[in-house]
């Protein structure tokens, strides 16, 4: 596909959607005429009309400072991506999400961040080695994105980037975990025990994060069950 300036395109997106909103909303006619995108018509057949309801908010993903600007200015809320450390997210991410919303004269109370947060836990240290080490490779797969590179760098580390993007097109998937060290398995994840997992994330994401979500490897309600509420109370 030919590559073109994605920030400006998804902001545009968003406008031309709730573009199309509006027209289903009002009866209007629908003509939005933008740079990239160009909705003209809009036959009865295809609107809804209007809902006794406020219009679906729309969240982006976002990685870079120009996206989560766009994010701050446009959407309704961020879905930040997994591959963001603690540091990243309060030096970067929040204050582009704070300029974006500025510059579209809001404020942060009516806007969402939700994020994916990767956990290294477990109740045997089978689970907990096991969990590490797919945490690892899910990291490398993330890491060898050239368009993620900022993240590493972020904390001195662009130079795994270029290894683990060499691995990858070298098909050696397993491998690229190895250049995952300890020192950036604890930056990414919360590493802890159980009942520890509560108080970590809440010292790392506590106040910036709306929602968040994580996948600790182990699928059984009875033990994270209590867990999962000590973090909805945190």
Known sequence: MPWSRPAARME?????????WDAWQTGE????????????L??????????DAPPPP???????????????????GLVCHAFQTAEYLRDVTMPNVRAGLAEAGRDRSGFQISMPVFVVS??????VAAQAARTRQQIAFYGSTPAYRGVLE????G??????????????WVEMGNVIDDGMLGA????????EVPERIAERFGGRLDRLQFYAGVRDKDRWGPIIEEIKAA
């Open 159 to 172: 130079e795994a980037q270029t290894e683990l993007n060499r691995l990858s097109k070298r098909g050696q």
């Open 58 to 76: 729309i969240l982006i993903s976002a990685v870079g400072p120009l996206m989560t600007r766009v994010a701050g200015r446009a959407a309704d």
């Open 154 to 157: 972020h904390h001195g580390w």
């Open 122 to 127: 477990g109740f045997h240290e089978e689970e």
């Open 12 to 20: 545009e997106m968003i406008q031309a959607i709730r573009a199309i």
């Open 188 to 195: 990414f994840a919360v590493v802890a025990e159980p009942h």
């Open 29 to 40: 006619r629908l003509d939005f005429r933008g740079e990239f995108y160009r909705h003209t």
């Open 42 to 51: 809009m036959t009865p057949m295809f609107s809804p009309g209007p809902i």
